[in-house]
T-cell receptor, first 117, second 111 residues
Framework: AQKVTQAQTEISVVEKEDVTLDCVYE???????LFWYKQPPSGELVFLIR??????QNEISGRYSWNFQKSTSSFNFTITASQVVDSAVYFC??????????????FGKGTHLIIQP | SQTIHQWPATLVQPVGSPLSLECTVE??????LYWYRQAAGRGLQLLFY??????ISSEVPQNLSASRPQDRQFILSSKKLLLSDSGFYLC??????????FGPGTRLTVL
């Protein structure tokens, strides 16, 4: 069975600090997909990134970067030089190839990130 | 580009009243459609998904039902709301490629 653990329930940092959100996953499949979503106070879930299990290259998009390490089953998300607009709940999610498509997307419980001015 | 709409954005209903939430997707054909609920405490629970018109799969037994009368329309309904039905309802779509894109959500309060 697949599982996603976001151990950090809430993180509070001061603006301009770097912050890393942890995500650890469990799966028996060799093919799977990992995601990060952002949920601002408005409630909409905003897609940030999708990574498949065959691609361990880290990715950078502006101030956002993702570190995928299969050896530790982790897919951590770092925000560099955080801004108040980054304040949101962030969800990590996992989809197994065998259960993908119509179902099989498992979410972590989310990390509430607070950026203080 | 694809867009997904949900309405209403906010709803306050008395216990025992009926419910109808609507979701429509634009810019794609034959998407997979999903209904999720997010109760206080942030967890996301998959309620229903659909791979085509008239095809509905339920993930958990509950007071709710779903229907897909058209290719890009997904409706969440209830005949009699319970207090426990309160929450934030999110519709999502995908093309069966493991990505999932969410709508703006409907915040439902049952009093």
């Amino acid at each position: 069975a697949q599982k996603v653990t976001q151990a950090q329930t809430e993180i509070s940092v001061v603006e301009k600090e770097d912050v890393t959100l942890d995500c650890v996953y469990e799966t028996r499949d060799t093919t799977y997909y990992l995601f990060w979503y952002k949920q601002p106070p408005s409630g909409e879930l905003v897609f940030l990134i999708r990574r498949n299990s065959f691609d361990e290259q880290n990715e950078i998009s502006g101030r956002y970067s993702w570190n995928f390490q299969k050896s530790t089953s982790s897919f951590n998300f770092t925000i560099t030089a955080s801004q108040v607009v980054d304040s949101a709940v962030y969800f990590c999610a996992l989809s197994e190839d065998s259960g993908g498509g119509a179902d099989g997307l498992t979410f972590g419980k989310g990390t509430h990130l607070i950026i203080q001015p | 580009s694809q867009t997904i709409h949900q309405w209403p954005a906010t709803l306050v209903q008395p216990v025992g009243s009926p419910l109808s939430l609507e979701c429509t997707v634009e810019g794609t054909s034959n998407p997979n459609l999903y209904w999720y609920r997010q109760a206080a405490g942030r967890g996301l629970q998959l309620l229903f998904y659909s791979v085509g018109i008239g095809q509905i799969s339920s993930e958990v037994p509950q007071n709710l039902s779903a229907s897909r009368p058209q290719d890009r329309q997904f409706i969440l309904s209830s005949k009699k709301l319970l207090l426990s039905d309160s929450g934030f309802y999110l519709c999502a779509w995908s093309m069966g490629d493991h990505s999932r894109f969410f709508g703006p959500g409907t915040r439902l309060t049952v009093l």
